[in-house]
């Protein structure tokens, strides 16, 4: 069983950043895929950003790409999202997600654990 709990969400203004944490309970998290998805109101969850096991691959949505990074300390069960150039487009509450089969698992959004979420608004 894997706990996620996130945070460091808040409000920023446009063209600011946020660094979100998303802390990871087990100690076989360096055998996990992570990612991060979000949810915006009146809208289904999007893919965000996934980090694989060992750090070594990763992938982002378009709308993110250039803006944010995810990486990982497996010393510390922790993934992190540093999102740079935030838009008002990017108010949602973020997710951290988790899965011990692949990547492609989080990436489709049908990994095992999920976080409670943290709130992220971006005014203009």
């Known amino acids: 069983q894997v706990q996620l709990v996130e945070s460091g969400g808040g409000l920023v203004q446009a063209g600011g950043s946020l660094k979100l944490s998303c802390a990871a309970s087990g100690r076989t998290f360096s055998s996990y895929a992570m990612g991060w998805f979000r949810q915006a109101p009146g809208k289904e969850r999007e893919f965000v950003a996934a980090?694989?096991?060992?750090?070594?691959?990763?992938y982002y949505a378009d709308s993110v790409k250039g803006r944010f990074t995810i990486s990982r300390d497996n010393a510390k069960n922790t993934v992190y999202l540093q999102m740079n150039s935030l838009k008002p487009e990017d108010t949602a509450v973020y997710y951290c997600a988790a899965d011990v089969a692949s990547i492609g698992t989080v990436v489709a959004g049908t990994g095992d654990y999920w976080g409670q979420g943290t709130q992220v608004t971006v005014s203009s």
């Open positions: 980090i694989s096991w060992s750090g070594g691959s990763t």
